[in-house]
Each structure stands twice: as C-alpha cells, then as structure tokens.
C-alpha cells in the first residue's frame, strides 16, 4: 500500500495515504477550551469538520512544528494531523510489515489506525491539564 | 463525504442488475408471452432508474424509464410481445451494460447515436405490433407527452461540493483583505458589500445538500433482497415518507447503521417462509421503513413482522449482570427493557442462539446513533415484530447565539438561553453565582479590563443539589449572531460541555457550550476574586 510519510520529533512515521484525502498548508484552526495537551482545535475545511492533533505533543516530544496538515478520515472519524515535517509517499510491498526501511538506513514506524485512534480518543478526557498517555513505542 | 463510495454502490449493484436482467431476457425469449418475465424486467429496470436518479445520471435514467415503461406495456398485455419487441428491449441491455461503467457518459459518437435512435424508438411503440385487445389505440407513432412544471431539479453532489469549497475560499479571502488608505473609504465599502454577499452564499448553499429518503434507501435495497435471497427469506420492502429529504452528510453516516438494522431484521427477525406458514403470517416478510419529520428531528421507523426480540437472554444479562431480581424485571418499561440490548456488555456470543442474535452490533449501531448527536428506540412483540426507531436532529440547523471570546477561544451560547450581555463585574453578593469562564479555561485574567458578564436565563443551569449558577464571565462579547450548527467529532463529543460547533456566517467556528453540563463537569462554582 501507499504509505503517507512525515517526520515527528526526528522520529519517521508512516500513514496508509488512503486514507489521507488533503494535505492542507496554513489553515485556520480554532483552539477548543477543555481539551487534551495534544488537541490543537478544529478546523474547517470545504463543510466538514476535522480534529486537529499535533502529533509532537501526541508522541511525547514537543510540538510539531510543521504548518501543514494531513487531512483523513478513518471509518467515521475525521482528523488532521500536525507533524514537523511531510515526507514522500512510500510504498509498501508487504502489508504484513509495519516498517519501511529507508535509504538513509532511517526506518518509517507504520502507524497502526484502529490503536492510534483508540489512543487519541481514549486520552480524550474533559479536563485540559491531562497530558497524553506516552506511547512506549508504535507498532 | 466520499462520493466515490457512493459510485462504486452504484456500479456494483447495477452490475448485479444487470447480470439478471441478461438471464431473464434469455428466458423472455423462449416464452415471450410470460408476462412474469416482464415483470421482473420491469422491477431490475426501475431498480436502476432509481439508482441513476439519485445519483443524477440522467442519460441512464432516462433510458432505464423509457425500457421501464416498455416492458410494462408487455407485463400489463396491453401489446403483444413479439421478437422485434424483444430485440429493442436487448440492445436497450446492451446500451445500459455499455453507459453503466462510464457512469451515463456519451463520449463515443457511436454511443451517442446509439442511444438516441433507441430512446426514440422506445418512444414510438413497438412497429406492427397489435394491441393486445385488437384495437388500434395508436394511429400514429407519437406518443403524447405531457410535461409538468419543472419545479426541482436534481443536481449532481460533486457540483454542490464545489460551490461549497468555492464559496468558503471566497469568505477566507476576506482575511487577507489588504488594508485600505482612508481616502478609498468608497472602495473598502465596495469590498465589505461584496464581502457580505459572499457569505450570504456560503449560508444557503450550504443548506443545497439535500437527499431524500427514498433515493437513499434506494442505494441499498438491492443488497437487501440479496441478503434475504442468500438467507432463504421472503422479503418484501415498504417505505412510506420516502420524499423527506434530509442533508447529504447526515444520511451518508446513517448508511452504515442502517443496513446493518435491516441486516438484523432479516437475518434474526423474519423467518424462513415455511415457519412463517406455519404462523400463519404470509410467507414474504415486510420490513416496513417510514421516515417522519417533526419540527426539526427526522424519525426513522424499521419495523419486521418477524419473530420479534426473545425476552429470556435479557432477562437473564439484567439478573446475572444487573442484580436485578424478577419483580424489577417485570416492573420495567418495554422500551428500557429492550434498550438493554444496546449495552455493550450485553453480548449474545455465549447465549446458545436463545436470543434472536440481536444483540452483536447492536451497541455498535447505539454508538453511531448516539455520534450524531441521535436515539435509538426498540420495541418488540415476541412471535409478531420488531420495530426500532432512530431518532435524529437534522443535520443542518441555523440558531442564533450570542458569540464570545475567553482568551483565544471563541464560544458561543444559544441566545435563547441568556436574559442579558453587558460588561462590569456583577454585584458581590451575587458573584458566587457566576461562572467566571476566564479562570475556568486556565485563561489570564486582565485585571484592568472589565470581564464580559452574560446573565442566563433562569430555568437553565440548575445542576442538582448545588448552586444554581446565573450567569457567566468572559473576556469579549462579539454579539448575537446566526449560526449554524455542525455535529463534531468524538473527541469533543468525549468533553461533554460542547452541544455542537457553531460556523458563523464568516466561516469562522465556535465552540457551542452546554451550561448545564459545564456546571456538572466544573463542580463546585468557582470563586471568583477580584484581580486589580
């Protein structure tokens, strides 16, 4: 499959590009009150609503500091992620494997959709001070 | 909304289509006097008609409604099937199988000739036929049309989906606005007229995505019948109130709950024919569908005359799980009884198919309901029926809110709700009564400016067994403006202090607060001391 990837605090990740329909430069996003440290606000793109995750925060480090978002929709939720940097769409020959191998001898982190989700979402708390849940490490 | 979902439903149900129309030509040819065969024509044609309809494909649609009315011409005997008849509905086939997968477009001028001499030929009647009472109703071979007013007309989604994209550029734009010397005063003028005009089209166009139910349960009745055919069950579908429409999102995230619904009814509530019999019920099942719109909820109505919801497996989850004893299970309401089967703990995996196998999914679809801000009813007569009802707030809804700021957020609160907006910290003796939303949201409080104070109305904000809060504090009163309202995701559905996000007529969001929930969530009220 055709895999979406992005660089976050140094670290190289990779999302199936399936399901990534927009990468958007320098949108509005409008921070929400009482929301995890990870949840950057909404934003607003052609009638539908995405959540904007900055993923620096999300994976322990400090915030993305890129200024795109990658826009996608996994069953029915909408997001958008915030890295430090967006890479080139890799492909993945064997579906089974959860990594890519760059040139450089880097290794891109395939992240698992239906795990991440769940984590987002189950960080998700009401109170704004909570920090994410730290992974101990993708895959 | 992903509208190449919606292509690929449509190319693989036509096909299906398709594929048994080809079989049943075969058949009208061999006996072209059975008007059974017709009939079944006739259904799979209008099948696709109604596909191609809602999918705004109009030279398929167009073509399907002249073959639709052919062949009910040879299923009512009102002409005699002859092997010309047949041959013009099979290049009318050969036409449907080439424009299916180029989704109705004419671009070969074979094609489009093609299509043309066979539209009219359809149009014209069967040549030499004979009305099958002998008369000659036909003198000649115009058909008369009569053409009602047009009074709507179906417009492809992508085309909505573009204006929209291209009207919310056009209200971003307003943002890098360059800035104006005062001499161009007239200009600047111009500019914010036209400026308001753009976001007076983003507002209704925003409100064009409509679809109705028929069409939308149309993009799935085939697979119905499939999975009753695949099932051994009769099955037959009645909709009523097929022509309320509801907003193209809304209905694109009810696809899902939906067939899985009908899926249940038909795979755990209507039974196999021969039990049916022996019931006493007619052999083909009805699932009935009625749609109703009330004020500003859509209901939606799925109800068998199948086996209904066997009560024992929830009796025995509310004892087992619960603690209930018999005399509570008995004293329960019919619809918490049954709404029991949405928990998700309520599993139906161990019960040795004492259940009518409800119970998997079902909390899965509770959840989806509940996502768009729904509910979902159930109610069942063992041996007579299931009948589940969804109800939704439609999608799109225009309110009028008064808009504030709290440091870099921006909230919004329905002004039916508030009594008053000024400035000026409120009276010592009440303050205690004021939630001071600055503290709240972990906002520096500028000690020199005067906070915002919004008074509401006095039944709302009652949490129980504290004190009532009367009003709030905020940094900026923007004003009372429209707003139209959008489901969020879960995330913010997860905060529970947010009824809905508001996108104003400048395409700026804000975030609706439910006061009565941030009153429970927050606790104790706040002390709110003065900062000098």
């Known amino acids: ?139 | 909304m992903d509208l190449e979902k919606y292509r690929q439903i449509f190319l693989r149900e036509s096909d299906k289509y398709l594929q048994e129309i080809g079989s049943i030509l075969i058949d009208v040819e061999a006996d072209p006097e059975e008007t059974g065969h017709w009939q079944e024509l006739h259904g799979k044609i209008h099948s696709i008609k109604g596909m191609a309809r809602a999918m705004s494909l109009e030279s398929i649609s167009r073509l399907a409604h002249e073959m639709e009315a052919w062949c009910l011409k040879f299923q009512r005997k009102e002409w005699k099937a002859r092997e010309e008849s047949i041959r013009v509905v099979t290049e009318g086939y050969s036409l449907l199988k080439a424009l299916i997968p180029r989704l109705g477009r004419l671009d070969v001028p074979e094609l489009n000739t093609a299509y043309y001499r066979l539209l009219e030929l359809l149009s014209k009647g069967p040549q030499g036929r004979e009305p099958a009472d002998g008369s000659k109703r036909r003198a000649d071979s115009q058909t008369p049309i009569s053409v009602d007013p047009i009074r709507s007309i179906g417009v492809s989604c992508s085309l909505i989906e573009e204006l929209l994209g291209f009207s919310q550029e056009l209200l971003l734009m307003e943002r890098s606005k360059p800035a104006l010397s005062p001499e161009m005063a007239a200009v600047q003028s111009w500019v914010d007229q036209y400026a308001a005009l753009a976001k007076g089209l983003y507002f209704r166009l925003a409100q064009l995505r409509l679809m109705s139910i028929e069409e939308f349960v149309d993009l799935y009745r085939h697979t119905i019948h499939h999975q009753a055919r695949q099932m051994g069950r009769l099955v037959r579908i009645v909709l009523s109130g097929g022509d309320i429409k509801a907003d193209v999102a809304l209905l694109d995230r009810l696809r899902e709950p939906m067939i899985h619904i009908v899926r249940n009814a038909i795979a755990h509530g209507i039974e196999a024919p021969e039990e049916r019999k022996a019931k006493g019920k007619p052999e083909q099942g009805t699932i009935r569908i009625e749609a109703e719109s009330r004020k500003e909820t859509l209901v939606l109505r799925i109800a068998d005359d199948g086996a209904g919801i066997r009560r024992e497996a929830i009796e025995r989850y509310l004892r087992e799980k619960q603690g209930y004893g018999d005399a509570d299970i008995a004293r329960m309401d019919t619809k918490a009884f049954f709404a029991v089967i949405l928990s998700s703990d309520f599993s139906t995996a161990s019960a040795t198919d004492e259940t009518a196998g409800r119970g998997i999914g079902m909390n899965v679809i509770a959840q989806a309901i509940t996502y768009l801000n729904g509910t979902l009813d159930i109610d069942s007569i063992p041996g007579e029926g299931t009948s589940i009802a969804v109800t939704l707030p439609m999608s799109l809804s225009v309110m009028h809110a008064v808009v504030f700021t709290v440091g870099p957020y921006r909230i919004a609160v329905p002004t039916s709700g508030l009594d008053a907006a000024s400035y000026g910290l409120p009276p010592d003796d009440v303050r205690e009564s004021f939630l001071d939303l600055r503290r709240l949201f972990g906002v520096e409080i500028n000690g020199s400016q005067p906070p915002g104070v919004l008074k509401l109305r006095s039944s709302s904000a009652a949490s129980p067994g504290r004190r009532r809060i009367q009003g709030l504090m905020v940094d900026t009163i923007v004003g009372n403006k429209p707003v139209m309202i959008l489901r969020p995701g879960q995330l913010i559905r997860n905060a529970r202090i947010f009824s809905g996000i508001g996108v104003l007529e400048s395409g700026v969001l804000t975030s609706m607060l439910d006061v009565d929930m941030l009153a429970q969530v927050s606790g104790q009220i706040p002390e709110t001391a003065m900062e000098v």
């Not at chain 1, 949840?39 to 400090?62: A, E, H, P, Q, T």
């Not at chain 1, 891109?108 to 991440?116: D, G, H, N, Q, T």
């Open chain 1, 1 to 139: 499959m055709d895999v979406l990837t992005f660089q976050v605090g140094g670290e190289w990740y990779g999302l199936d590009a399936g399901i990534v329909h927009r990468v958007v430069e320098e949108y509005a996003v409008y921070p929400v009150p009482m929301m995890p440290m990870f949840y950057k606000g909404l934003l607003f793109y052609r009638g539908d609503l995405y959540d904007v995750i900055d993923l620096g925060v999300l994976l322990g480090s400090k915030p993305a500091t890129g200024s795109r978002l990658m826009l996608f929709r996994w069953r029915h939720h909408a997001m958008a992620f915030l890295a430090d940097v967006i890479g080139s769409i890799r492909l993945l020959e064997d579906r089974s494997k959860d990594r890519i191998v760059l040139e450089t001898g880097e290794i891109v982190r395939i992240l698992p959709m239906e795990r991440w989700i769940e984590r987002i979402l189950n960080n998700g708390h009401g109170s704004g001070e909570i920090q994410a849940d730290l992974p101990a490490g993708i895959g």
